[in-house]
């Protein structure tokens, strides 16, 4: 495109919204420890050791508000994932602080809400919402099961209404969910974990690390074992020799 098609383009969109009048941030604190490390694992596993479809970049965050409308408040999930989209690198610009939908051309593709107590509406008016944006997935994970007998409860859009999934698989991000009992930053418990396509869970950045050194430990200990092997050998070798010399007969010769 010619700088001029490109000036022309630009001149062309509408202005963006003021926003300077908007809240991006409460100062509020995450509500208690549990949320607090469930987004985390949730967030730093997608960046320590997820590829979005077609190794597009990807946006995921905990508790970041998402705007729709500058006359409307924020909705702001626990955790959100959107792909083929990517921060503004002058992020504490004030325009750029939030997930404003003008500015990424798209809403989230995911939402998921962490069920803390009975009053956070995520199965009734935070569902609408998310819905009325246009988020592809909605999650509902209620850990303690304060909403229902379920402790997660997956929807996919459909025809601008949510209709809840059989599983917790979302195909166009080829991504699931699972709940998962292990150890987590020193916390052994039942954790909502990502997986794959083949059910595995896609490890934390500490998964990966211990991985590697339990391959390279594993590498050492066959190392160790080959020069084990040849040293053995060796010595099996000379000491037949040995014998044959006490013999009269020279192992070296070369008949």
Not at 180 to 192: F, I, N, P, S
Request: glycine share 6%.
């Amino acid at each position: 495109m010619s700088s001029s098609d490109s000036h022309a383009r630009s001149e062309a969109l509408p202005p963006a919204p003021d926003v300077s009048g908007l809240v991006t941030e409460d100062d509020a604190p995450v509500d208690n420890f549990c949320s607090e490390k469930q987004q985390r694992l949730l967030t730093e596993s997608l960046y320590s050791s997820w590829s979005a479809p077609g190794a597009t970049p990807f946006l995921a965050a905990a508790n970041v508000g998402v705007y729709a409308s500058i006359h409307k408040p924020p909705v702001v999930p626990d955790v959100l994932i959107s792909v083929d989209v990517q921060p503004a690198r002058e992020w504490w610009d004030k325009h750029n602080r939030c997930y404003f939908l003008w500015e990424f051309g798209k809403p989230p593709d995911l939402a998921l809400e962490i069920v803390s107590d009975r009053d956070g509406l995520e199965l009734s008016a935070k569902l609408r919402q998310y819905a009325r944006m246009g988020v592809r997935y909605y999650v509902v994970y209620d850990p303690v099961r304060q909403l229902s007998d379920e402790a997660l409860q997956c929807f996919a859009l459909r025809e601008g209404d949510y209709e809840q999934l059989d599983r917790a698989w979302f195909e166009r991000l080829n991504l699931g969910l699972v709940l998962w009992q292990g150890e987590y930053e020193q916390r052994d418990d039942l954790w909502l974990r990502w997986v794959d396509a083949s059910g595995a869970t896609i490890p934390t950045g500490a998964e990966r690390a211990a991985s590697e050194r339990a391959r390279a430990e594993s590498e050492r200990a066959r190392a160790e074992g080959e020069r084990a092997r040849a040293e053995s050998e060796t010595a099996r070798a000379e000491k037949l020799a040995a014998r044959l010399r006490a013999l009269g007969i020279d192992p070296d010769r070369e008949e």
